[in-house]
């Protein structure tokens, strides 16, 4: 089966772009802020040449504009860019999902439902937010790796680094009921996936995706879109 890269293969630059890409997503560096190579260099503990690479890959986005002696001003991502990636990522997931559930075996299945087993709805602890982020990485990347297609895998690799995953929490974040509803989704779509139901899996999947790109737009609202967005 498909064995996806770890984490801990990607290039500098790339680490960095997800990272920020990230934060502007979730509000953390504001729509036009500005971005100093010398301190991310700082902050990434690393030189200004991934720095440089990476703000460059943002601008290829149209994610921030590179100003001469001064760094890169953040754009932001505009609604329709987002929502855009989302129908993308629902569409390739969801694809992941019905060959999964054509090819998976046992190993993955255990890993796919031990991946939210564990986790604690109730649970008010200031890393609640990280074990989501685990068991939603462990989930997701189970079932991509299932799907035994590399161009699937690389795909939606590309997708993750326009759109970085994990950023729908902040929408769940207050709200047990909320979360509760994201779990219950990811345990339909299990359950659709070991009952060898290609056609539910791939609906539930894009559901789902469709449903937390959403929850990042209601969540933010206009601190994660560009300024000229309408």
Do not use: C
Not at 43 to 48: L, Y
Not at 89 to 116: F, K, Q, V, Y
């Amino acid at each position: 089966m498909l064995s996806p890269e770890p984490a801990g293969q990607l290039a500098k630059s790339e680490e960095i772009v997800l990272a920020l890409q990230r934060g502007i997503l979730l509000g953390e560096r504001p729509v036009g802020s500005w971005l100093r190579h010398e301190a991310l260099a700082k902050e990434f503990d690393t030189s200004r040449t991934p720095v440089r690479e990476a703000l460059r890959a943002l601008q290829s986005r149209g994610i921030v504009t590179i100003v001469k002696n001064r760094g890169a001003r953040i754009n932001g991502q505009s609604s329709q860019n987002v929502r855009e990636l989302g129908e993308v990522r629902a569409e390739l997931e969801g694809l992941a999902a019905a060959l999964a559930a054509e090819r998976i075996n046992d190993d993955e299945i255990e890993r796919m439902e031990a991946a939210w087993r564990d986790f604690d709805l109730e649970s008010r602890t200031d890393d609640r937010g990280r074990r989501w982020a685990e068991s939603n990485d462990q989930f997701h990347a189970t079932i991509l790796e299932a799907s035994g297609n590399r161009q699937l895998y690389l795909s939606i690799q590309d997708i993750h680094g326009r759109l970085p995953p994990n950023t729908s929490y902040p929408a769940y974040a207050e709200s047990t009921v909320l979360l509760r509803r994201n779990v219950n989704e990811h345990a339909r779509v299990a359950e659709a996936i070991v009952s060898g139901d290609a056609d539910l899996a791939r609906e539930l999947m894009k559901k789902h995706i469709l449903g937390a790109v959403e929850a990042i737009i209601r969540a933010k609202g206009d601190s994660v879109f560009q300024e000229n967005d309408v």
